[in-house]
Structures are given as structure tokens and as C-alpha cells.
């Protein structure tokens, strides 16, 4: 007998139920992932990710010829390719990761007809790409949590299983064919500080991480200069590290650094339960406030000014010079850089989330969509109105200036806390800078934010 694996976000050996279940009911197994042109048309396949996604075949595929079997890739609509194969190999059982978006839920759709008119059954496995399931906990009265800390008194309380270790062996019907696996080489434009995707690089990046930073996590995370956090997202966007088995093994270890981090990893899970809901988050605000968005064309310098890091604003300019460079940001500029966009320049947030996405290597509509609400004040935070002010994000999370300095060379000669405030400066030193004044004073900003919100 022949089982299919149908890989999508959970590119890994390790804690992988729908693999484990496939070695169990079958034979032979065909590891498989499609190309899907779905996901180009939407727009999802953007450099970053694609080369971190090259990675991560080329490593799974590396792992796969270990233990005797091989990947197997294919381009096309994700059904019509998945049943090929099953046809081709007499599958009768097709095995894959639950997924909680919109097109998740269409893929999920497709293949149950296209499978089901070959008489190939569909067997959909819970937390693999989450910890626990969307739906799993729910409040009395309702179908999702939309507040985060009773979520995550819930989630705390669910037993997670024990994480499945790698098959040792993995046996592939010769009769499945696919194409060569795609390779980060042949991918153009990425940002020249991407890190090597793969569920080995993860695993190495994870051990290293947790020795060396997680005992101090909890006070080092919101540090910008420290860079302490896992830098793990990509790893788990593709679904490199499984979910459960990092809360599992981050818990063995205890102590204040892991709850705090746990904490974060259910940040992850309560985002994913509110999109499963409320597909239609990923587009239209979870909450109406009444907003009318600047958008692309009322507010088109400004909007240029914050995607290239020339706001005048030091800190802000640093978040997005980070996210171009590396493909990644520290979430504490994410929160300064989406907040300044939203609030202070009052632009749609869905244009600040679309340019999230077109470069973060961890780039999730789940994860992005939902925290851009969050900060937008249309999504779960429960202080909708707040806004965070840069001068004094940047005294409080990198007071000596140094992740500043990183990030916008203009300011490198400016000591301490004061490359925080360049304005503030004598004239003469200012005119010698090359850095722009700021684009909206912050008051300004204020002002019109509050009378839009109808909070004079
Ligand atoms: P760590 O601090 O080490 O946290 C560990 C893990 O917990 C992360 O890898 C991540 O999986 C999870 N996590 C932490 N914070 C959050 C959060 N607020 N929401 C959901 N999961 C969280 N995260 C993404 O994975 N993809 C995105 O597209 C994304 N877009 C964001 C957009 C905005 C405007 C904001 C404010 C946050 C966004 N985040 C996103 C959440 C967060 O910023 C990143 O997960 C985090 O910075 C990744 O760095 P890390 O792995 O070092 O995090």
C-alpha cells in the first residue's frame, strides 16, 4: 500500500503527525510538495521567502535521501498535482497539516473533491502547524477568543502531545515522479542578510539559542540593541520547528526566560484561532472604529518616506532598514514602525502589512494581518486608541542609541541616547548630517489621529 504526504507549512521530519500516521497505514510513502501558481498570483511569493523556502525543500529532501526515500516537487493547481500522484502511484490515502487561512481552507476543499472522485481518502492531522488546534479552546458562548490573556490561561492548561521523533526509514514508491527541487541561487532580489532556511538550520539555530539566550529572555527580549529573541520565525512560518515540540522542550528547561517565551509562541496560536474564525480578519478590520485610512494616493510620500527609512524619525528609519536588509525585524520596531504608519501618518494598515509581506522572511498572513490589526487598533488590542511615540520608545528600548546606529549610518557619529532626537542638535551639525528633518511633527500626528478615532 502507498500513503501520500502532502507538505505545506510544515516543511520537517521531526513532530510531523500526518507523516507519522502515513508510515503507520502504509508501505510506501510519497513525501510531496506542490508549487502552487495560486500562490504567485496572490502575490505571496516573493523573493525572501522563496529563497528561505528553497532552503527548506533542499534540506528536507537531504534529510528524506538519509533515511532511503527523496522529496518529491511538482508545479501546478495543488489538487490536480496531488491526485496525479496518487494515480500514478495507486496512493489510496492522502496525509496533510490542518491550515486555518482562507486558502487553506479552498485547498482543503479542492483536494477532498478531486481525491474523493478517485476513491483516495483525505486525512487532515490538528496541531502540526500550531500548537494547539484553532477551536480547540474556546470561551463559554463563543467560537473564538478574542482577548489574548484568558486565551492563554486556556492554552497553558492543554496537555500538548509528546514530540515524534524522525522516522528512521522512509520508503518512496519508485512510480513518483517530480521535477528538480527549485534552488535559492536561481531567486533574484533577495535581501542580502536572509538566513539559511531548513528544519536542520532551525534545529541548530534552536539549541544554540536556548543555551545561550533563553535563560534571559524575559528581560532581554524588548532590548533592540541586545537582538536577544530566538529569531526562530521563519523557521516556524515554514514550519522547519514544530510548535509543539519547541513549548515542550522550552518548558523541560523552566524558569522565567521560558514562560516568557512560551507566552510569545501562544501569541502565535491565539492569532491563528481568531483567522480561522474570522477568515475575512485578513482583509477587513476584526474591528470597525469608523476609520477613514489615508491611502495609497493621498498619502503617497509619506507612505515612501516609511518604506525606505527616511521618515526623520531614527528609530523608525532603523525598523525599516533592518526589515529591507535582513528580511526580518525586531517585533518592538515592528509595533514603533506599524504604529507610526497607522497612527501617526494615519495610513490603511493593510498597505504597511502588504510591504511586511513583500519582504519578512516569516512574512504569515496569519501572524502578519492580525498584528497589524493589533497595532491599527482594529484588531484584539484592548488599547485600540495608544500610540507609541518613537523618542520615547527608542530612550526606553535602546537607550544608548546602538541599534539606531546600526541601521542608519547617517547617524553613526551622534553619541549615546541623543542619535534619538537629531533635531535637537546645533544647527551646524544637523546641516552636516544627510538625514532628513521629520516628515509630520508628533503632535501633529496625535491630533489628527485622536479627532479621526473621535477622541479630541
Ligand atoms: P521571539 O521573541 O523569539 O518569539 C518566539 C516566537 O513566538 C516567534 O518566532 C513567533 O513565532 C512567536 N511570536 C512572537 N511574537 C508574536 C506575535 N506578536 N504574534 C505572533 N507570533 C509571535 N510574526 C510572524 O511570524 N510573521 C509575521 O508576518 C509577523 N508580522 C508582524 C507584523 C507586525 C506589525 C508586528 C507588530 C508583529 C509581527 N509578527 C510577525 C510578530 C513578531 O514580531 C515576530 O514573530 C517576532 O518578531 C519574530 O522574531 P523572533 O522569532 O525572534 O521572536
Redesign the pocket.
Known amino acids: 500500500t502507498v500513503a501520500v504526504v502532502l507538505f505545506t507549512s510544515d516543511l520537517r521530519l521531526h513532530d510531523h503527525p500526518p507523516l507519522r500516521a502515513a508510515l503507520g497505514a502504509a508501505d510506501e510513502v510519497v513525501p510531496l510538495f506542490v508549487r502552487d501558481p495560486a500562490v504567485h498570483a496572490a502575490g505571496f511569493d516573493v523573493p525572501n521567502r522563496a529563497a528561505f523556502l528553497a532552503d527548506c525543500l533542499a534540506d528536507l529532501d537531504a534529510s528524506l535521501r538519509r533515511r532511503g526515500g527523496r522529496l518529491v516537487v511538482r508545479s501546478g493547481p495543488v489538487a490536480r498535482e496531488v491526485r496525479a500522484v496518487a494515480a500514478a502511484c495507486g496512493a489510496t490515502e492522502v496525509h496533510m497539516a490542518a491550515g486555518v487561512t482562507a486558502h487553506a481552507h479552498r485547498r482543503e476543499e479542492r483536494l477532498r473533491e478531486e481525491l474523493g472522485a478517485g476513491g483516495v481518502v483525505l486525512r487532515v492531522h490538528d496541531s502540526v502547524i500550531t500548537a494547539v488546534a484553532p477551536g480547540a479552546v474556546t470561551p463559554s458562548g463563543g467560537d473564538h477568543f478574542s482577548v489574548f490573556t484568558p486565551y492563554f490561561r486556556r492554552w497553558s492548561q492543554q496537555s500538548l502531545r509528546d514530540p515524534l521523533p524522525a522516522p528512521r526509514a522512509v520508503r518512496v514508491p519508485g512510480s513518483a515522479r517530480g521535477e528538480e527541487l527549485p534552488s535559492r541561487e536561481g531567486v533574484r532580489g533577495v535581501s542580502p542578510e536572509v538566513p539559511p532556511g531548513g528544519e536542520s538550520a532551525g534545529r541548530d539555530r534552536f539549541a544554540a539559542w536556548a543555551r545561550a539566550d533563553l535563560p534571559r529572555y524575559e528581560e532581554r527580549?524588548d532590548d533592540l540593541a541586545g537582538d536577544a529573541?530566538?529569531?526562530?520565525?521563519p523557521y516556524?512560518?515554514f514550519g522547519a520547528l514544530s510548535p509543539v515540540e519547541l513549548v515542550r522542550r522550552v518548558r523541560e528547561r523552566g524558569g522565567p526566560g521560558a514562560e516568557a517565551?512560551v507566552r510569545?509562541?501562544c501569541?502565535?496560536d491565539f492569532?491563528h484561532q481568531v483567522l480561522a474564525a474570522r477568515p475575512d480578519a485578513s482583509v477587513q478590520d476584526y474591528r470597525t472604529r469608523g476609520d477613514r485610512w489615508r491611502g495609497a494616493d493621498e498619502a503617497a510620500e509619506d507612505i515612501a518616506a516609511w518604506r525606505e527609512g527616511r521618515t526623520g524619525y531614527p528609530m523608525v528609519d532603523a525598523g525599516m532598514r533592518q526589515l529591507r536588509r535582513e528580511g526580518w525585524m525586531?517585533?518592538r520596531a515592528?509595533?514603533l514602525t506599524?504604529s507610526f504608519l497607522t497612527k501617526t501618518l494615519y495610513v490603511d494598515w493593510r498597505i504597511g502589512a502588504r510591504h511586511?509581506l513583500d519582504l519578512?522572511v516569516?512574512?504569515?498572513i496569519v501572524?502578519?494581518q492580525m498584528?497589524?490589526q493589533w497595532?491599527a487598533g482594529t484588531g484584539t488590542d484592548t488599547r485600540p486608541h495608544r500610540v507609541l511615540n518613537p523618542v520615547l520608545q527608542g530612550r526606553r528600548h535602546d537607550p544608548d542609541g546602538t541599534y539606531v546606529r546600526r541601521w542608519v549610518p547617517e547617524l553613526a557619529d551622534i553619541e549615546g541616547g541623543a542619535v534619538h532626537e537629531p533635531w535637537r542638535l546645533s544647527e551646524d551639525r544637523r546641516a552636516a548630517l544627510r538625514y532628513p528633518a521629520p516628515l509630520i511633527g508628533l503632535g501633529d500626528g496625535l491630533a489628527r489621529f485622536r479627532a479621526a478615532r473621535g477622541r479630541d
Open positions: 527580549h529573541t530566538s529569531r526562530l520565525s516556524l512560518h517565551f510569545q509562541l501569541w502565535r492569532h525586531h517585533n515592528r509595533l506599524a511586511f519578512l516569516d512574512g504569515d501572524n502578519n498584528n497589524w497595532v
